[in-house]
């Protein structure tokens, strides 16, 4: 048997994961058996497009609910810590400084599965992620991006 991959998660994380699949496993499949039946009252079914995307939805929810079971049954909860650890590590906040344009970055690290770049979450294992992890406060790392190789310097790391 294949060992399954721990996944790494904050409890803010965590807690969104339990609360998506509660509303899956309830609401989402209320909704879509809804859908289903009132398809299916429309007749038949083999040229009944109403029927076939709320099959294809059921699919959907029933996949992700087994993907969110499975991430919570191989989780493991980041605690963040107030210590004195200038090292970056996973639930840290960290700000880089770009040191060819002079521009800020200010991250969380998180797993692969809470990431959300648009929120400046980003994995531990994406590029700059690997670059930082286990990186002191004042360091500067290179990390190599589609467009060539880009120097930040660590500023802080909380």
Do not use: C, W
């Amino acid at each position: 048997m294949i060992a399954e991959k721990e996944v790494f998660l904050t409890q803010e994380g965590y807690t969104k994961l339990e609360n998506e699949l509660e509303t899956l496993k309830t609401v989402k499949r209320r909704e879509v058996a809804g859908r289903i039946k009132q398809a299916i009252e429309f007749g038949d079914i083999s040229e009944n497009s109403e029927y076939e995307d709320a099959k294809n939805e059921q699919a959907f929810i029933e996949g992700r609910i087994l993907t969110v079971e499975k991430m919570l049954r191989n989780v493991r909860i980041i605690e963040h810590e107030q210590n004195d650890s200038d090292l970056v590590h996973i639930g840290a906040k960290v700000t880089l400084k770009d040191m060819e344009y002079g521009d800020e970055f200010h991250y969380t690290i998180v797993g692969s599965a809470e990431a959300d770049p648009n929120n400046n979450m980003i994995s531990f294992e994406s590029p700059v992620g690997k670059a930082i992890m286990g990186k002191k406060l004042g360091e500067v790392v290179e990390v190599n991006v589609p467009a060539g190789k880009v120097k930040y310097e660590i500023l802080s790391v909380v």
